[in-house]
């Protein structure tokens, strides 16, 4: 039933919570995993010293993108010992959408997140991007809390 699960990750403990959550799943049902780390694009500031913050921004961009794959090399590692088949990926982007875009390519039957991520706002049951890829994916998203 499960061929393909996705795992959207932030760095986040419930992230790394749903990539376990994942490669228990992927170890019972032969499933491959998709590990998926999104780097929110930069506001474009057009409109003041657009070289010199076109630099700053390359600059800001590199270094989260190699945040990136610090994040997903880590959540790898820690599901070493399951022995499974997982991908890894990265995009810049809107992270909802990448990770809704992302689901469709791979067709994943199921995405399984983080009710939270690295987001500050107390008290709220669940983060704007697990909001938005629950009402939007075209497959079953389980939330870990
Ligand atoms: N940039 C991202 N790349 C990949 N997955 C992400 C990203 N951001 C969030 N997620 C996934 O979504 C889950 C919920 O995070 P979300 O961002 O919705 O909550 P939050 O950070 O607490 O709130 P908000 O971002 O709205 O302030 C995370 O546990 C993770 O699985
Ligand atoms: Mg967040």
Not at 53 to 78: A, R, W, Y
């Amino acid at each position: 039933m499960y061929n393909n699960i996705l795992v959207p990750v932030d760095g986040s403990e419930k992230s790394a919570l749903a990539a376990l959550h994942g490669a228990e799943l992927a170890s019972k049902t032969g499933s491959k995993l998709f590990l998926f780390h999104v780097v929110p694009s930069l506001p474009p500031y057009i409109d003041t010293a657009p070289d010199r913050l076109s630099k700053v921004q390359q600059s800001i961009m590199d270094q989260l993108i190699e945040q990136g794959n610090i994040i997903l090399s880590k959540v790898n590692d820690d599901l070493a010992a399951y022995g499974l088949n997982i991908h890894t990926d990265i995009a810049v982007g809107n992270p909802a959408e990448q990770i809704i875009k992302k689901a469709k390519e791979i067709n994943c039957e199921l995405v399984i997140m983080g009710s939270r991520g690295l987001g500050e706002i107390k008290g709220i049951l669940m983060g704007s991007v697990s909001n938005k890829v629950t009402k939007h994916a075209g497959c079953p998203v389980m939330i870990v809390r």
